[in-house]
């Protein structure tokens, strides 16, 4: 998923990149208040993480900007500050949660998967699409008990991320945003995701037809379940 990480401790910034990188996370850094107020105008993000003691910004102001521009983001304050009103108000602006500094960064993670989880209605990481077992946290695909080992990282990244938006039509726009970040350039080739979606069918097609991986025309994506 697409994180915003603004955070003026340049090697905090740095270790929370790597960590959530590592962890499949596509990730932007802002240091100041006035960069992370262009980009958060500008782009969508399913993540924002944001230090509230910014040098030059209202920390609180930025979020209610991003809950304004992006109000589907799930907003993470953190935090250094010790007065209990800090985090109150930042969670009556509409944050999801926070983390008082120092923090584990296992920590964090478990934050945000358990936003995910409730954002998005997954109350278990194993979902099952007509015999395809999609496990979100291995990140593995087994068709009942054979591991469909083909899929790629950015494939599984698609299909994962229909899956939390499930039922929902996704356009190619909004499928590149947030599996590859930042916004489309005008002249983007919107068969880059068509091939993507022909390549995942194939695949899952020597297991049994993926029905459940539709095609809305002139629209985009969608995974249609009742899971």
Known sequence: M?????????SLAHELELFLV?????????????????????????FILLDLGLPDYDGLDLLKEAKKANPEAACIILTARAEVN???????????DYLAKPFSLLELQSRMQAIIRRKFGVAQNVIDLEGFLVNLTER???HHTDPVNAI??????????????????????QLSEHIWGSLINDDYDSNFIDAHIKNIRKKLSAYAPADWLETVRGLGYRIKTNV
């Open 140 to 142: 593995t695909i087994m």
């Open 22 to 46: 590592k962890n499949n996370y596509i990730c932007e850094i802002c240091y100041n208040g006035a960069s992370a107020s262009e980009k958060i105008a500008v782009n969508l993000y399913d």
């Open 152 to 173: 790629t990282k950015k494939e599984f990244d698609l299909i994962a991320y229909m899956l939390l938006h499930k039922n929902r039509t996704l356009t190619r726009a």
């Open 86 to 96: 800090d985090r109150v108000k930042g969670l009556d602006l509409g944050a999801d």
């Open 2 to 10: 697409n994180v915003l990480i603004i955070e003026d401790e340049k």
